[in-house]
């Protein structure tokens, strides 16, 4: 469809619906658990691992992701299609608002991150490591100041591909619907996709599945955190995400830690599994929040980015822009 004046078409609705969501997380952050959209998949996700058929563990995990992904991805097609200013028109906004936000936190992942810099920086190591679950799943008893620090920049960063970018990356793409189906198998990877027992077999698609999703919004991640980094640091980054980028385990998170890594200028380790930066001198806790104040950088460069997008070009060329990619 095009204006009167034969110009490019604007995307009001959809961009209105981003920078809602956006405004509902700064300002208010997280839903109660008991309404939190992401909550519902787990708990679907539970009762679906829970009644898993032992013979068919890799069957089974098709199933989860069909039926965790499903009824979220069909909420989103049908609000994105009553886009009325009817009563049930406005009502249907504020819902995809609100399960738009459902999909991304900047907030939360910020928020807990300046928890710990401060317990870090009280010498309260021992309710500074009590954190770190809420951050990574390694085992994280004995762990000093530096490693603490660590941990926390490389969650941080990472976070910012799969609990930020990732979700408005399709929500730039395949609008509501795809926000919400990423996801739902982003929280599905979070909770059974692991190739070690007992979920090397349940879990093999829906970790499969999450690295395809975020193969392309990975490198992205790299981009813009580079040019969220501060001009002198920027070479660096970029240097660094390039070369380190694969020294992590995973296909996808080498690349925004890497970049977070050159960005700050300092040396990322996870004890066992990868060092990033090695030359660079171990972080200080006052790094966690140089950390947070990147990715809160890179976070609006995204969100001006996707907004921007969504206003002025139509679905179709983006799909042509990512093809060219692609296939260029």
């Given at each position: 469809?095009?204006?009167?004046?034969?110009?490019?078409?604007?995307?009001?609705?959809?961009?209105?619906?981003?920078?809602?969501?956006?405004?509902?997380?700064?300002?208010?952050?997280?839903?109660?658990?008991?309404?939190?959209p992401?909550?519902?998949?787990?708990?679907?996700?539970?009762?679906?691992?829970?009644?898993?058929?032992?013979?068919?563990?890799?069957?089974?995990?098709?199933?989860?992701?069909?039926?965790?992904?499903?009824?979220?991805t069909?909420?989103?097609?049908?609000?994105e299609?009553?886009?009325?200013?009817?009563?049930?028109?406005?009502?249907?906004?504020?819902?995809?608002?609100?399960?738009?936000?459902?999909?991304?936190?900047?907030?939360?992942?910020?928020?807990?991150?300046?928890?710990?810099?401060?317990?870090?920086?009280?010498?309260?190591?021992?309710?500074?490591?009590?954190?770190?679950?809420?951050?990574?799943s390694?085992?994280?008893?004995?762990?000093?100041?530096?490693?603490?620090?660590?941990?926390?920049?490389?969650?941080?960063?990472?976070?910012?591909?799969?609990?930020?970018?990732?979700?408005l990356?399709?929500?730039?793409?395949?609008?509501?619907?795809?926000?919400?189906?990423?996801?739902?198998?982003?929280t599905?990877?979070?909770?059974?996709?692991?190739?070690?027992?007992?979920?090397?077999?349940?879990?093999?698609?829906?970790?499969?599945?999450?690295?395809?999703?975020?193969?392309?919004?990975?490198?992205i991640?790299?981009?813009?955190?580079?040019?969220?980094?501060?001009?002198?640091?920027?070479?660096?980054?970029?240097?660094c995400?390039?070369?380190?980028?694969?020294?992590t385990?995973?296909?996808?998170?080498?690349?925004?830690?890497?970049?977070?890594?050159?960005?700050?200028?300092v040396?990322?380790?996870?004890?066992?599994?990868?060092?990033?930066?090695?030359?660079?001198?171990?972080?200080?806790?006052?790094?966690?929040?140089?950390?947070?104040?990147?990715?809160?950088?890179?976070?609006m460069?995204?969100?001006?980015l996707?907004?921007?997008?969504?206003?002025?070009?139509?679905?179709?060329?983006?799909?042509?822009?990512?093809?060219?990619?692609?296939?260029?």
């Open positions: 469809m095009e204006t009167c004046d034969g110009a490019t078409p604007v995307n009001t609705l959809p961009a209105g619906i981003l920078l809602g969501a956006v405004l509902f997380d700064l300002l208010i952050g997280e839903p109660p658990k008991r309404m939190h992401v909550v519902w998949m787990g708990r679907i996700i539970a009762a679906l691992e829970e009644h898993s058929i032992e013979n068919h563990q890799r069957l089974w995990g098709v199933i989860i992701v069909i039926l965790t992904a499903a009824p979220f069909i909420a989103g097609y049908l609000l299609a009553n886009d009325s200013l009817t009563l049930a028109g406005i009502a249907g906004i504020l819902l995809s608002i609100y399960l738009l936000k459902s999909t991304f936190s900047i907030k939360m992942l910020t928020g807990e991150a300046k928890r710990v810099e401060e317990e870090l920086e009280r010498g309260d190591i021992d309710s500074a490591r009590s954190k770190l679950p809420i951050f990574v390694r085992e994280t008893e004995g762990f000093d100041e530096e490693k603490t620090t660590s941990a926390v920049i490389e969650s941080v960063s990472e976070s910012y591909l799969d609990t930020i970018l990732s979700p990356f399709y929500f730039t793409l395949l609008g509501l619907p795809g926000a919400l189906a990423y996801k739902a198998v982003n599905i990877d979070s909770m059974i996709g692991y190739m070690e027992p007992p979920y090397q077999n349940l879990g093999y698609l829906p970790a499969k599945l999450d690295d395809i999703l975020n193969y392309i919004p990975a490198r991640s790299a981009i813009i955190i580079i040019l969220a980094a501060a001009t002198k640091r920027r070479v660096e980054a970029l240097n995400a390039r070369s380190e980028h694969e020294k385990p995973s296909p996808n998170s080498g690349w925004p830690m890497a970049a977070a890594a050159g960005a700050l200028g040396r990322l380790e996870k004890p066992g599994a990868y060092i990033l930066n090695a030359s660079a001198p171990p972080p200080r806790p006052e790094d966690i929040g140089e950390s947070v104040k990147l990715v809160l950088r890179a976070s460069i995204l969100i001006v996707v907004a921007a997008m969504i206003y002025f070009t139509p679905t179709i060329e983006r799909w042509h822009g990512l093809l060219g990619i692609l296939f260029r």
